[in-house]
Structures are given as structure tokens and as C-alpha cells.
């Protein structure tokens, strides 16, 4: 391919010795894109050779790969197989090289650092494990699990993992609001918390949060509080319980639980344009196999890799970090804090100092970045970096010429990719043996068979449609937590037997693709993906707000700010205090990076015929663009009443 818009492309010596083109040599195929349609036309042949290049491990080996019987909704992975994904993790590793090399290195805001080798990583999770067994966590329980980036987060999943419990991952600067919803939801019996932890030389009292989370919570038995940084904190005695106390007396050895392939490992909130926020379930396998998957064949992981990605664990590229990495062997580096701060340095001198092979960071991120200068990024010594990955939102092309110039040197190229929690990874990538354009997408990863649909629902090429995908694959979610025609309703209710993802893809004519941003209302803040109504529903949980909406619009550095708009009570009068306590109270209860930038007062808002509020209308009203088909508008005074607030 001759573009001159590509800005990378692997020598033949470098492509040659790819993870992914061994693979596809192996299988005798030496082109990517007849890889990638041999691997969706016969899924079964795929994950089968994913599972064994992979060196899964089985208790039990599976008699069939896949069982659509149920339909393609529906699908079972690896029937028959038992495994458990701490065992993959970690067990495979403890008698080979990487026993005594690090799994995990964690450096706080005050720059200290902790290692933990394979075998280490082993005996602590080992003990907490069976400390939660003391506590009467066995399988299919849910555990919660509220902490900053710290080495603990990655005991605490593999802990809950090994026991055949399940985890569900909360976001380390929500409010209590927040995370009680996702405990209540899924029933949760018992948090893992920490005290507090430094964020720009401020602490973050988790405990506090998470005390405001569990009151509203009867299903949490037990608090085990990490103590991070020595802060005071509120104890309820007899069901909260210090973590080094628990797992004092304990032993090492635990043995993991063999359980089915597609038993679930976690329940990750997911937020949609309506209702509650989504529980999507994970499996053991599906999530384990998808998550390694990518990390070797997009990322070229290996065992000598260290992968660092600036994200959350409530997020799903943290569980994505830890296992991907873990499976393969990799180091997973972690850090608490923010990239700019003490210095704005920060992010480069960590991946110097640890000598950090794959960076991960989100175009939001560098953006915040660039503004300090090229000067901070020439300070350090970044030679070991090879592989940048990127996702989260779209990207514009200064700053990601600024990333791939000053951090990658024009030789680490940008791995772009794009999918979702409910993937357990990506659908759109690019690969370490193939061109990169900037800001694209070389294309579908293998396994994901992704297409680009019009609105009759035929694959387009050269004009926006809607990302799909027509076939399964193992680390698609096994549903909606407890809800499965919600599941239905949002995937696969458009067109029959396809999966429609909700973002706006584009092919050009060299055939790389693009993501032009969501097509539903789901808003997405500095990469994280946020639901309207969780928003809207802490609004009018206000005495003085009646009905409320969010709408996400362009912001510079953040990709994407929220807009409130708040329709009050008769009795009630807008003021500014009010706009504060609205903001405020948005802040309180979601966490300050869900903070809204604006919150307008309006008499009405635009509404369809069964009293939908038409957020689509409302954010090109506030953008001053036109609102599109109005066809089932029942107020255009609703329309005139945002104007007139703009």
C-alpha cells in the first residue's frame, strides 16, 4: 500500500518477527487480511488455535469450541472445559523463568515503588483468598472492589477469581452513589476498599465513599479495608476488617477452583442512554482468552514485556491490564495519581525509570499534556518503549502527531483500538506487521467479524454507518447481569443476528477505518463511558428539579464535557447558588471526573410523543447545528426553550 498519509510501516525483518505474523506462518497465511476471513469464517478453527498458540490452560479439556444452538446471542465457548483465570494468570508461570521475575510493579504519587515476582504475587493471593473463603465467599458470589491502582487491585481480582467468585470492578474516584448502585445491582456481599490514597497531593478517603456506599447496600456483609496510607478511618466492628489482619494467619497455598469456561469472572457497569447502569457479564475464558489475545497479536506482548496504561480499574482497560499482561507473562506496571503531577513529567519519568515497553494512553490524556511541552518528554530516556496504545475516543491529528513524534520517537507506532467492555476488548485495531494511517484503524481485529452498515443494514465503504458485527466470539459478554432482554434490546434488536455496537465507523478508500464517535446518546468523558440517566436521575433527585437532561458535547482536552439541563419545580427559582448545589451534587455523587461543566435552567425540554426526552435535539440545538428529522417531536417549544438557555 502506497498512501502518502501513512505516517509507519514495519520493516520486513520487524513484521517478520511479530507475535501475530509467527502465528499466522504457523498456519501458512501470509497476508492479513486472508488471515482475518479465515478466521470469522470458521470461528471454531480460530479460537481453537487462539487457545493452544495461547497455551491455555485446561483442568479439563473441552470437547467442543463453540455451541450456537442457542443462537448466536447465546453462544457456549469451550464446551466441556474446566479452568479458572487466576490459574492462567499466574499458576502456568511458577515453574518456568518468570517464577522469581516481576508480575507487578506499583509506584505511588510520593514516587515509591513495589515489586511483586510471579511467586510472590502467588502467595498473597493465595492468603486473601483464603481469607475471603474465612468470610464466606465461594462461587458465584460478588465481591466489590473499590481501590486506586495499586499492586492490592491485582490480588484482590485474582483472589476473588481463584475462588470461582466474581468481581465487580468500581471506579476509585466515584461517589458513594455510584458505587452503591453497582453493589445493589449485582448483590454484593463484600467490599474490598483501602483507607484513602494521594491524588495531586490531596488524599481520596475511599473508606468514607465507601461507607456512604454500604449503607444503602444490605447485601455487604464485610468491608476489608486496605491500609494504604495510614489514615484515620470509620469502622463498623464485626463488618469491617483490615486486609493485613485477615490474610495474617493465612496460607500461601490455594488451590484454584476449576470451574466452567463460561463461568463468570466479573460484572462491569457499563453505562447505556436509559435506565441503570448495564452489569456486563465476563466469563473466565472468554475474558482470560479475548483479553490475551489482543494484547499479543495487536501489542506484540511477550513474556519480557512491561505494559503500563494510564486507567482505572472501574474501567475496563484495567482488568484488561492486568490480565492480558498476566496471562503472557508480561510485568504489569501500575501507578496512583495523575500523569502531570508532582511534575509534569510524571508519565515520562515513570516509563523511564521502569523501562516501560508498551504505554497505553488516551488521546484526552494527551492533550492535558501537550501544553507543558516537548521540553518534559526530551528529559527522558524512552528507547525501551516499542509498542503506544491507544483507545478510548477518536482522535485528531495534532496531538496524536505530537505522541508519535516526541514519545515514540516515528518508531514506537500507535496502536489504535476500539470496542467496548461488552467485548472484553477490541473490534477495531492495528497491527505491529501492517501500515498506519493516523487516527485509523488498519481494520478488524481476527475473530471480530466487523462491518460497516447503512441503515437498510448493507455493508458501506466510503460513507458512515454503523460498526457491527455479524459472528461471535468468545469474550462477548454472556449478558446483562440478571436483565437478558435488556441485553438483547441493545445488541441485536436492529438487524436479526447482528450485533450493533453503537459507534459510527468509515472506510476509506485504502480500505483503513475510522470511528466518528457514538450513535446513540452515551456519553464519553476523557474515555470513559457514562450513561445520561445516571446523571439526569442524581439531578432530579434535587427538591427543586423536576426533569433534567445530559448531553455530552466537544470539549479540547477532555474530548467530551457534560451539559445539564434542569427544568424546576413551579415554586422553586433559578439562581446561581442553585446552579452550584446542582453541579456540586452531580459531582458528589458520580466523582468529580463526571463533574458538569454547565448546568442550564429551561422551561421544557424537547420530548417525543411517548415522552422520550430527545437529547439528539438538544445537544445540536446547544452545538448550533441543525436537529435533523423532528418527525416525533411533541413540544418545539421544547426545542425553543434550549435556544433561548444557550
Same mark, same amino acid.
Given at each position: 500500500?502506497d498512501?502518502p498519509?501513512?505516517?509507519?510501516?514495519?520493516?520486513?525483518?520487524?513484521?517478520?518477527?511479530?507475535?501475530?505474523?509467527?502465528?499466522?506462518?504457523?498456519?501458512g497465511?501470509?497476508?492479513?487480511?486472508?488471515?482475518?476471513?479465515?478466521?470469522?469464517?470458521?470461528?471454531?478453527?480460530?479460537w481453537? !488455535?487462539?487457545?493452544?498458540?495461547?497455551?491455555?490452560?485446561?483442568?479439563?479439556?473441552?470437547?467442543?469450541?463453540?455451541?450456537?444452538?442457542?443462537?448466536?446471542? &447465546?453462544?457456549? /465457548?469451550?464446551?466441556?472445559?474446566? +479452568?479458572?483465570?487466576?490459574a492462567?494468570? #499466574?499458576?502456568?508461570?511458577?515453574?518456568g523463568?518468570?517464577?522469581?521475575?516481576?508480575?507487578?510493579?506499583?509506584?505511588?504519587?510520593?514516587?515509591?515503588?513495589?515489586?511483586? +515476582?510471579?511467586?510472590?504475587?502467588?502467595?498473597?493471593?493465595?492468603?486473601?483468598?483464603?481469607?475471603?473463603?474465612?468470610?464466606g465467599?465461594?462461587?458465584?458470589?460478588v465481591?466489590?472492589?473499590?481501590?486506586?491502582? =495499586?499492586?492490592?487491585?491485582?490480588?484482590?481480582?485474582?483472589?476473588?477469581?481463584?475462588?470461582?467468585?466474581?468481581?465487580?470492578?468500581?471506579?476509585?474516584?466515584?461517589?458513594?452513589?455510584?458505587?452503591?448502585?453497582?453493589?445493589?445491582?449485582?448483590?454484593?456481599?463484600?467490599? #474490598?476498599? !483501602?483507607?484513602?490514597?494521594?491524588?495531586?497531593?490531596?488524599?481520596?478517603?475511599?473508606?468514607?465513599?465507601? *461507607?456512604?456506599?454500604?449503607?444503602?447496600?444490605?447485601?455487604?456483609q464485610?468491608?476489608?479495608?486496605?491500609?494504604?496510607?495510614?489514615?484515620?478511618v470509620?469502622?463498623?466492628?464485626?463488618?469491617?476488617?483490615? &486486609?493485613?489482619?485477615?490474610?495474617?494467619?493465612?496460607?500461601?497455598?490455594?488451590?484454584?477452583?476449576?470451574?466452567?469456561a463460561?463461568?463468570?469472572?466479573?460484572?462491569?457497569?457499563?453505562s447505556?442512554t436509559?435506565?441503570?447502569?448495564?452489569?456486563?457479564?465476563?466469563?473466565? +475464558?472468554?475474558?482470560?482468552?479475548?483479553?490475551?489475545? *489482543?494484547?499479543?497479536?495487536?501489542?506484540?506482548?511477550?513474556?519480557?514485556?512491561?505494559?503500563?496504561?494510564?486507567?482505572?480499574?472501574?474501567?475496563?482497560?484495567?482488568?484488561?491490564?492486568?490480565?492480558?499482561?498476566l496471562?503472557?507473562?508480561? +510485568?504489569?506496571?501500575?501507578f496512583?495519581?495523575?500523569?502531570?503531577?508532582?511534575?509534569?513529567?510524571?508519565?515520562?519519568?515513570?516509563?523511564?525509570?521502569?523501562?516501560?515497553?508498551?504505554?497505553?494512553?488516551?488521546?484526552?490524556?494527551?492533550?492535558?499534556?501537550?501544553?507543558?511541552?516537548?521540553? /518534559?518528554v526530551?528529559?527522558?530516556?524512552?528507547?525501551?518503549?516499542?509498542?503506544?496504545?491507544?483507545?478510548?475516543e477518536?482522535?485528531?491529528p495534532?496531538?496524536?502527531? &505530537?505522541?508519535?513524534?516526541?514519545?515514540?520517537?516515528?518508531?514506537?507506532?500507535?496502536?489504535?483500538?476500539?470496542?467496548?467492555?461488552? #467485548?472484553?476488548?477490541?473490534?477495531l485495531?492495528c497491527?505491529?506487521?501492517?501500515?498506519i494511517?493516523? =487516527?485509523?484503524?488498519?481494520?478488524?481485529?481476527?475473530?471480530?467479524?466487523?462491518? =460497516?452498515?447503512?441503515?437498510?443494514?448493507?455493508?458501506? @465503504?466510503?460513507?458512515?454507518?454503523?460498526?457491527?458485527?455479524?459472528?461471535?466470539?468468545?469474550?462477548?459478554?454472556?449478558?446483562? &447481569?440478571k436483565?437478558?432482554?435488556?441485553?438483547?434490546?441493545t445488541?441485536?434488536?436492529?438487524?436479526?443476528?447482528?450485533?450493533?455496537?453503537?459507534?459510527?465507523?468509515?472506510?476509506?478508500a485504502?480500505?483503513?477505518?475510522?470511528?466518528?464517535?457514538?450513535?446513540?446518546?452515551t456519553?464519553?468523558?476523557?474515555?470513559?463511558?457514562?450513561?445520561?440517566?445516571?446523571?439526569?436521575?442524581?439531578?432530579?433527585?434535587h427538591?427543586?428539579?423536576?426533569?433534567?437532561?445530559?448531553i455530552?458535547?466537544?470539549?479540547?482536552?477532555?474530548?467530551?464535557?457534560?451539559?445539564?439541563?434542569?427544568?424546576?419545580?413551579?415554586? =422553586?427559582?433559578?439562581d446561581?447558588?442553585? @446552579?452550584? *448545589?446542582?453541579?456540586?451534587?452531580? !459531582?458528589?455523587?458520580?466523582?468529580?471526573?463526571?463533574?458538569?461543566?454547565?448546568?442550564?435552567?429551561?422551561?421544557?425540554?424537547?420530548?417525543?410523543?411517548?415522552?422520550?426526552?430527545?437529547?439528539?435535539?438538544?445537544?445540536?440545538?446547544?452545538?448550533?447545528?441543525?436537529p435533523?428529522?423532528?418527525?416525533?417531536?411533541?413540544?418545539?417549544?421544547?426545542?425553543?426553550?434550549?435556544?433561548?438557555?444557550?
Amino acid at each position: 500500500m502506497d498512501s502518502p498519509d501513512i505516517v509507519w510501516r514495519p520493516d520486513l525483518d520487524t513484521a517478520a518477527r511479530t507475535r501475530i505474523a509467527r502465528f499466522m506462518q504457523q498456519h501458512g497465511c501470509d497476508s492479513l487480511a486472508d488471515w482475518h476471513a479465515r478466521s470469522v469464517a470458521d470461528i471454531a478453527w480460530y479460537w481453537k !488455535a487462539v487457545s493452544h498458540d495461547l497455551d491455555w490452560q485446561w483442568f479439563t479439556p473441552y470437547h467442543q469450541v463453540v455451541d450456537t444452538s442457542r443462537g448466536i446471542q &447465546w453462544p457456549r /465457548w469451550f464446551v466441556g472445559g474446566t +479452568t479458572n483465570l487466576a490459574a492462567n494468570c #499466574i499458576d502456568k508461570h511458577l515453574d518456568g523463568p518468570r517464577r522469581h521475575e516481576p508480575a507487578v510493579i506499583s509506584e505511588a504519587e510520593d514516587g515509591s515503588v513495589r515489586t511483586l +515476582t510471579f511467586a510472590e504475587l502467588a502467595a498473597e493471593v493465595g492468603r486473601l483468598a483464603n481469607a475471603l473463603r474465612r468470610l464466606g465467599v465461594g462461587a458465584h458470589d460478588v465481591v466489590g472492589v473499590f481501590l486506586p491502582m =495499586c499492586q492490592e487491585a491485582v490480588v484482590a481480582v485474582l483472589a476473588i477469581s481463584r475462588l470461582g467468585a466474581i468481581y465487580t470492578p468500581c471506579f476509585s474516584g466515584y461517589g458513594g452513589q455510584a458505587v452503591a448502585t453497582r453493589l445493589q445491582d449485582c448483590a454484593a456481599t463484600v467490599l #474490598i476498599t !483501602a483507607d484513602a490514597f494521594a491524588r495531586r497531593g490531596h488524599l481520596i478517603r475511599m473508606k468514607q465513599t465507601a *461507607d456512604e456506599a454500604v449503607a444503602t447496600c444490605p447485601s455487604i456483609q464485610h468491608v476489608v479495608v486496605h491500609q494504604r496510607t495510614g489514615t484515620p478511618v470509620p469502622w463498623s466492628a464485626g463488618r469491617d476488617i483490615w &486486609w493485613h489482619e485477615a490474610v495474617d494467619a493465612e496460607s500461601p497455598e490455594c488451590a484454584a477452583l476449576p470451574v466452567e469456561a463460561d463461568h463468570p469472572a466479573l460484572i462491569i457497569y457499563t453505562s447505556g442512554t436509559t435506565g441503570r447502569p448495564k452489569g456486563t457479564v465476563l466469563t473466565h +475464558t472468554g475474558f482470560g482468552m479475548k483479553a490475551a489475545h *489482543d494484547w499479543a497479536y495487536l501489542f506484540d506482548m511477550d513474556a519480557q514485556s512491561r505494559m503500563f496504561w494510564v486507567t482505572d480499574l472501574g474501567w475496563l482497560m484495567g482488568p484488561l491490564l492486568i490480565t492480558g499482561t498476566l496471562v503472557l507473562g508480561g +510485568t504489569v506496571l501500575l501507578f496512583e495519581g495523575t500523569p502531570d503531577y508532582p511534575q509534569p513529567d510524571r508519565l515520562w519519568a515513570l516509563c523511564a525509570r521502569h523501562r516501560v515497553t508498551h504505554l497505553g494512553i488516551s488521546p484526552t490524556a494527551v492533550r492535558a499534556l501537550m501544553p507543558h511541552g516537548v521540553a /518534559w518528554v526530551l528529559k527522558h530516556d524512552l528507547s525501551a518503549l516499542r509498542i503506544i496504545g491507544s483507545t478510548g475516543e477518536p482522535w485528531n491529528p495534532e496531538p496524536y502527531m &505530537w505522541l508519535f513524534e516526541h514519545v515514540g520517537r516515528r518508531e514506537a507506532p500507535i496502536i489504535n483500538y476500539t470496542g467496548g467492555t461488552e #467485548i472484553s476488548g477490541g473490534i477495531l485495531g492495528c497491527f505491529p506487521n501492517a501500515p498506519i494511517k493516523p =487516527c485509523s484503524f488498519y481494520g478488524p481485529i481476527p475473530g471480530m467479524a466487523a462491518n =460497516c452498515f447503512n441503515d437498510e443494514g448493507q455493508p458501506v @465503504r466510503g460513507e458512515v454507518g454503523e460498526l457491527v458485527v455479524t459472528q461471535p466470539w468468545p469474550g462477548m459478554t454472556a449478558g446483562f &447481569w440478571k436483565d437478558p432482554e435488556r441485553y438483547l434490546d441493545t445488541y441485536w434488536s436492529r438487524w436479526p443476528d447482528v450485533w450493533v455496537h453503537g459507534d459510527w465507523a468509515y472506510v476509506d478508500a485504502d480500505g483503513f477505518w475510522y470511528i466518528h464517535g457514538r450513535s446513540d446518546d452515551t456519553l464519553k468523558l476523557a474515555g470513559k463511558r457514562v450513561g445520561p440517566a445516571e446523571i439526569e436521575s442524581v439531578l432530579v433527585g434535587h427538591p427543586a428539579v423536576n426533569e433534567a437532561a445530559a448531553i455530552g458535547v466537544p470539549h479540547e482536552v477532555k474530548g467530551e464535557a457534560v451539559i445539564c439541563f434542569a427544568v424546576l419545580r413551579p415554586e =422553586c427559582a433559578a439562581d446561581e447558588t442553585l @446552579r452550584r *448545589d446542582l453541579i456540586d451534587r452531580v !459531582a458528589q455523587a458520580m466523582g468529580r471526573a463526571l463533574r458538569p461543566d454547565r448546568v442550564l435552567f429551561v422551561r421544557e425540554l424537547p420530548k417525543t410523543r411517548s415522552a422520550k426526552i430527545m437529547r439528539r435535539v438538544i445537544r445540536a440545538t446547544y452545538l448550533g447545528r441543525e436537529p435533523g428529522d423532528l418527525s416525533s417531536l411533541e413540544n418545539p417549544g421544547g426545542v425553543q426553550a434550549i435556544t433561548e438557555a444557550v
